[in-house]
């Protein structure tokens, strides 16, 4: 998923370092910033869409994993259901992005965008079949 | 079939009413203990029991009778002379079997300190009713009660490894699972707000894309990269399909 990002961020490492706004070494946090700037540049706003998708599935999985090892783990069956379909969510999405990204084009010969989507609908489809009969 | 009963019934009849009597003569007890200093002796009465015996854990009890026909008077020797030793609380019985000579002279000991194995269990405070039976093909048989006797405490009966299986067993109590315990209120509506957050974030993200962006349709139009906006400048060549 990040392959192919990564060679925009190399090419874009010349820009000019911008001041300091967190608690980071300077060069550190030059370097977030110059990243963020040749993802915000070299993505789709539909590569984005699903990013952000992607996003919210982490810290949904990760709030709901902080409060079973913090709290509880009472309905167990809940978390795994919640969890799972996180974590599965976040996998089929994955897939689609590199399914749909057009820099990976030549490894998806015989895979369409469209194709792409419809297994990620399909998948979506199953996955929260059972994680709807896991929920109790 | 009715004939058969009849003479099977005077048969009976006759045997019961002409079978001789047996009887004992002098019977004779005498308890001494270990160094042969003697501590009771007496003759045995038949119509009326002697004072109940006592045993020490080192005493003998030596036993002496003569089993003679009632009537003559003459010695026999029966087929089977038993002694027994019944205890009435407890309802155990132990049988000892006595060696008669053909005279019909007999003679008993028995030694606390070498018990026989066939003493039932004991108790210290219930006796043990000592009887002596006797059986015969010629004669009827007869049951003399002798005497009560207080033994030694012995190791209670053993327990069938069945036993258990005879009673009621005991009542199985179960121990349950603690019962689950919520969290408080506060924290969880805390970490509820916590799951729900990323809810906002796609939200927000969404928003600020269709604001950076042409309107929300424009995004999954076509394939490729829709034309950014005109203040960010593209560093590197977009793909188009």
Redesign the interface.
Same mark, same amino acid.
């Given at each position: 998923m990040a392959g192919p990002k990564s060679s $925009?961020a190399a090419?874009?490492k010349s820009t000019t370092p911008s001041s300091t706004s967190s608690s980071l070494t300077p060069a550190t946090s030059n370097a977030v910033h110059t990243l963020w700037k040749?993802y915000? *540049? %070299?993505t @789709? @706003? &539909?590569l984005?869409?699903i990013d952000? !998708?992607l =996003? !919210?599935?982490m +810290? $949904?999985g990760i %709030?709901?994993f +902080?409060?079973c090892a913090l =709290?509880?783990n !009472?309905p167990f069956n809940a978390f795994l259901a919640?969890f799972g379909s996180c974590v599965g969510q976040f996998v089929l999405t994955a897939s689609l992005r590199s399914q749909v990204n057009? *820099?990976n &084009?030549a490894e998806f010969k015989e895979v369409s965008?469209e194709r792409a989507f419809a297994d990620f609908a399909l998948g979506s489809i199953v996955l929260h079949f059972f994680v709807y009969n896991f929920l109790g | 079939m009715s004939i058969l009963s009849f003479c099977l019934l005077s048969l009976l009849v006759v045997s019961g009413t002409d079978a001789a009597k047996l009887s004992l003569q002098s019977p004779r007890f005498t308890i001494s203990s270990s160094n042969a200093t003697q501590l009771r002796a007496e003759p045995i009465s038949l119509a009326q029991q002697p004072a109940p015996l006592t045993l020490g854990l080192t005493d003998v009890l030596k036993l002496t009778f003569q089993v003679i026909e009632k009537d003559e008077g003459k010695g026999v020797q029966p087929h089977q002379t038993f002694l027994r030793f019944y205890d009435k609380v407890s309802g155990e019985e132990g049988i000892q079997p006595i060696r008669v000579t053909p005279a019909g002279k007999a003679k008993f000991e028995l030694n606390m300190a070498r018990p026989p194995t066939s003493l039932p269990p004991t108790t210290s405070s219930d006796p043990l009713s000592v009887s002596l039976l006797l059986g015969s093909f010629e004669y009827s048989p007869v049951q003399f009660d002798m005497f009560d006797i207080y033994l030694p405490e012995s190791q209670p009966a053993p327990q069938h490894p069945d036993e258990a299986t005879f009673h009621p067993l005991p009542t199985i109590v179960h121990t349950f699972r603690a019962e689950q315990k919520l969290p408080p209120r506060p924290i969880s509506a805390t970490f509820a707000a916590l799951v729900l957050a990323p809810w906002a974030v796609l939200l927000g993200l969404t928003v600020k894309l269709c604001r950076d962006v042409a309107p929300f349709t424009t995004i999954y139009k076509g394939w490729g990269i829709v034309r950014p906006p005109k203040k960010l400048i593209p560093s590197t060549p977009l793909a188009q399909a």
């Amino acid at each position: 998923m990040a392959g192919p990002k990564s060679s $925009s961020a190399a090419a874009a490492k010349s820009t000019t370092p911008s001041s300091t706004s967190s608690s980071l070494t300077p060069a550190t946090s030059n370097a977030v910033h110059t990243l963020w700037k040749a993802y915000n *540049e %070299a993505t @789709s @706003s &539909r590569l984005k869409t699903i990013d952000a !998708f992607l =996003v !919210f599935l982490m +810290l $949904s999985g990760i %709030a709901q994993f +902080l409060y079973c090892a913090l =709290v509880t783990n !009472f309905p167990f069956n809940a978390f795994l259901a919640g969890f799972g379909s996180c974590v599965g969510q976040f996998v089929l999405t994955a897939s689609l992005r590199s399914q749909v990204n057009p *820099e990976n &084009r030549a490894e998806f010969k015989e895979v369409s965008p469209e194709r792409a989507f419809a297994d990620f609908a399909l998948g979506s489809i199953v996955l929260h079949f059972f994680v709807y009969n896991f929920l109790g | 079939m009715s004939i058969l009963s009849f003479c099977l019934l005077s048969l009976l009849v006759v045997s019961g009413t002409d079978a001789a009597k047996l009887s004992l003569q002098s019977p004779r007890f005498t308890i001494s203990s270990s160094n042969a200093t003697q501590l009771r002796a007496e003759p045995i009465s038949l119509a009326q029991q002697p004072a109940p015996l006592t045993l020490g854990l080192t005493d003998v009890l030596k036993l002496t009778f003569q089993v003679i026909e009632k009537d003559e008077g003459k010695g026999v020797q029966p087929h089977q002379t038993f002694l027994r030793f019944y205890d009435k609380v407890s309802g155990e019985e132990g049988i000892q079997p006595i060696r008669v000579t053909p005279a019909g002279k007999a003679k008993f000991e028995l030694n606390m300190a070498r018990p026989p194995t066939s003493l039932p269990p004991t108790t210290s405070s219930d006796p043990l009713s000592v009887s002596l039976l006797l059986g015969s093909f010629e004669y009827s048989p007869v049951q003399f009660d002798m005497f009560d006797i207080y033994l030694p405490e012995s190791q209670p009966a053993p327990q069938h490894p069945d036993e258990a299986t005879f009673h009621p067993l005991p009542t199985i109590v179960h121990t349950f699972r603690a019962e689950q315990k919520l969290p408080p209120r506060p924290i969880s509506a805390t970490f509820a707000a916590l799951v729900l957050a990323p809810w906002a974030v796609l939200l927000g993200l969404t928003v600020k894309l269709c604001r950076d962006v042409a309107p929300f349709t424009t995004i999954y139009k076509g394939w490729g990269i829709v034309r950014p906006p005109k203040k960010l400048i593209p560093s590197t060549p977009l793909a188009q399909a």
